[in-house]
């Protein structure tokens, strides 16, 4: 689980994959909440490795614009699937 609460700077949560250093594939639950300036949750390329996630919860952060952030190495639109995320 990857909490994220009470950060009102915080402007981005990855810009980069890292080259696979993060190992975000097993993460299932994601807390966003109080992160007033923030604009995406997800970088395009960690988007990519999640797909286990089942949980994401994002509370008083106005400043999100979108979940996850438009890759501006390619533009064209890919699919993101998230088959274990449950509908609330």
């Known amino acids: 689980m ?9 402007k981005n949560v990855w810009n980069e994959d890292l080259l696979g250093i993060l190992g975000m594939n097993h993460l299932r639950e994601v807390h966003v909440e109080k992160c007033k300036v923030l604009t995406s949750v997800f970088s395009a390329s960690v988007a990519k490795d999640i797909v286990e996630l089942e949980k994401l919860a994002v509370k008083d952060s106005e400043g ?3 979940i996850v952030a438009e890759d501006k190495t390619n533009p ?3 699919m993101l699937r998230l088959p274990f995320l449950i509908p609330v």
């Open 2 to 10: 990857l909490t994220l609460s009470k950060l009102p700077t915080l």
């Open 76 to 78: 064209k639109e890919q």
């Open 64 to 66: 999100l614009i979108t």
